[in-house]
T-cell receptor, first 116, second 114 residues
Framework: DARVTQTPRHKVTEMGQEVTMRCQPI?????VFWYRQTMMQGLELLAY????????DSGMPKDRFSAEMPDATLATLKIQPSEPRDSAVYFC??????????????FGPGTRLLVL | GQNIDQPTEMTATEGAIVQINCTYQTSGFNGLFWYQQHAGEAPTFLSY????GLEEKGRFSSFLSRSKGYSYLLLKELQMKDSASYLC???????????????FGKGTRLSVIA
């Protein structure tokens, strides 16, 4: 049963600390998305990659967030320094990217981040 | 800008039918998705529409009218396990082909009561 995995599942940290979230996409999926979910804003795109190359990171605060794909089986999202307003659930999703374009996205279980 | 509207909450009775509406105004359109999200869990894919009309999949159906910027998700024979949030999402047109980001509505929290 192929699925997206994310670690850690929960993270509590203090303001100013670095936070690193990891995602393993489904094997064979070449597109990876990072979304953030809050009660106020809902699900919002932070960044996405295709074949490990970043295609869009306009949703990320560039001064503190960074996203990378060191290899095809690992995507990382880092926040440095973290702030209380970063508290949210961070979802990684992966999907195939050929045609037709109805390819959907499969979400991981999320990382629940609380910054005190 | 991108705007996707859906009701915040709905309540329905076990065994009944419920319709969750979604209207959208986006800079482009390349398909509409419905996802189900149980509390504390990840969104899971329910349906996809890109052409006008109704798509049926078991107890769930989804309808799209592109000219009206409107979709609905129809759930029949409601069960207690259908209590969840339902997210409407649009894939906006993009020059690049393939799997591109979705713009999500804030979700409709459905409560199924006995």
């Amino acid at each position: 049963d192929a699925r997206v995995t994310q670690t850690p599942r929960h993270k509590v940290t203090e303001m100013g600390q670095e936070v690193t979230m990891r995602c393993q996409p489904i094997l064979g999926h070449n597109t990876v998305f990072w979304y953030r979910q809050t009660m106020m804003q809902g699900l919002e795109l932070l960044a996405y990659f295709r074949n490990r190359a970043p295609l869009d990171d306009s949703g990320m605060p560039k001064d503190r967030f960074s996203a990378e794909m060191p290899d095809a089986t690992l995507a990382t999202l880092k926040i440095q320094p973290s702030e209380p307003r970063d508290s949210a659930v961070y979802f990684c999703a992966s999907g195939p990217s050929g045609t037709p374009v109805q390819e959907t996205q499969y979400f991981g279980p999320g990382t629940r981040l609380l910054v005190l | 800008g991108q705007n996707i509207d859906q009701p915040t909450e709905m309540t329905a009775t076990e065994g009944a039918i419920v319709q969750i509406n979604c209207t959208y105004q986006t800079s482009g359109f390349n398909g509409l998705f419905w996802y189900q999200q149980h509390a504390g869990e990840a969104p899971t894919f329910l349906s996809y529409n890109v052409l006008d009309g109704l798509e049926e999949k078991g107890r769930f159906s989804s309808f799209l009218s592109r000219s009206k910027g409107y979709s609905y998700l129809l759930l029949k024979e409601l069960q207690m396990k259908d209590s969840a949030s339902y997210l409407c999402a649009v894939r906006t047109a993009d020059r690049r082909s393939g799997n591109t980001p979705l713009v999500f509505g804030k979700g409709t929290r459905l409560s199924v009561i006995a």
